[in-house]
């Protein structure tokens, strides 16, 4: 839940820059979600549930719609023109702080659109939402994570990893920041 203090998300959210259009995930979206989603990388290194098929893309429409009412995420479509989904970028308000995440579908990485999108939501949190900070939380050996945030101007933070065990498997993310400029 939003308190006082934290104003909502839009309930409309469609964002654009660096080539992209960042929007809402729609229910036109959901026949596409499993090929962006349904990957092993995805599932190794991401929270999104696995396998991906067509009922886990009607939750994931579902619970992107109640994160943005409960006023904690925004989970937004990556889009070269508003139309046919590449990805999703994520926003989070988290007490650690203002979290960005990706995922890009397998068919449409080496285009720079993990970057760009995070510089996109990145300059929205900033300006939009008056953060002083966003971060990105990484497994060191996702080493197509790590280049992305080295490459935007993150920079590792000298914190404890955050550890603990997603689908059976332990983890331990680093934060990286970047800072308002």
Known sequence: ????????????????????VL?????????????LFDHPDIAYWTPIVSPFDAEA?????????QLRADGT?????ITLDGGAP??????????????????????HRG?????????VMAKYA???????RVILELEAENAASVAVAAA???RLLGVPLIEGEEKGRPYALQTWALDRG
């Open 86 to 107: 590449l990805g999703e970028v994520m926003l989070r308000r988290a007490p650690e702080g203002t979290e960005l995440g990706y995922a890009v579908g397998p068919a």
């Open 57 to 65: 893309a009607r939750a994931r429409l579902a619970k992107a719609r």
């Open 1 to 20: 839940m939003t308190s006082s203090a934290t104003p909502p998300f839009p309930a409309h959210v469609e964002l654009t820059g660096e080539g992209l």
């Open 111 to 119: 285009q720079g659109l993990a970057g760009r999108a995070v510089r």
């Open 73 to 77: 995420s925004m989970l937004l479509a």
């Open 152 to 154: 935007n101007g993150f």
């Open 23 to 35: 929007r809402d995930w729609t229910e036109d979206d959901l026949a596409a979600m499993p090929d």
């Open 126 to 132: 900033f300006e939009e939402l008056g953060v002083d």
